[in-house]
């Protein structure tokens, strides 16, 4: 698919077909992730790639707005080493919209689920749910998890209203770009 045709045929999808994702897609997306740009190429991200069901079911219960990951035949988990990147965020932002990109590409979709400065309950973070249930090390940070799969509902692609014109300025803020 043409690089702008996955711009806007990209949409946020949160349910899922009951067939799992093929591994050598898989392993593309991993590969997308790989390709991204980072800081000093300091890459200090790392992938926890899950299938498995029971897994994902508990994902889902991370927080509000994940429970589209209980019929994701996939989640891949997106966290960075804090302690090898000041911008270890910025990393890892650009790694998961690397592979919310790339599902389009390879025909699948997904949506994006906000890990950091999220809560799970009164007294736990999502980030430290996550980081239990799948053995993460303390000085690795979770962003997100990328919920992937074959979409079960249709979203149309994005029209022209998304070009907002007016923010965007030439040579000063506020002097439009498009007078
Ligand atoms: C930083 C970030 C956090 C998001 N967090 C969630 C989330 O926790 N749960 C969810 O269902 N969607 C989440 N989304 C998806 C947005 O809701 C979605 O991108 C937005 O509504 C626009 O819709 P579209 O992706 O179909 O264009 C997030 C997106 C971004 C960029």
Known sequence: MEFFEVLRRRRSVRRF???PVPEELVEKLLEAAFLSPSSFNKRPWHFI???DKEKLKALSKAK???S???TAPLAIVI???ESRSDVW???ASIAAEHIHLASFALGLSSFWVQIRNRVHSEDKTAEDYVRELLNIPENY???CIIGIGYPAEKKPPHGDEVFEWEKASKNEFGRPFKP
Do not use: P, Y
């Open 17 to 19: 077909q009951d067939k």
């Open 68 to 70: 589209g990951l209980a």
């Open 64 to 66: 509000l707005g994940a």
């Open 79 to 81: 966290t960075a080493d």
């Open 141 to 143: 940070r979770v962003l």
């Open 49 to 51: 790639v899950v299938d």
């Open 89 to 91: 965020i910025e990393d």
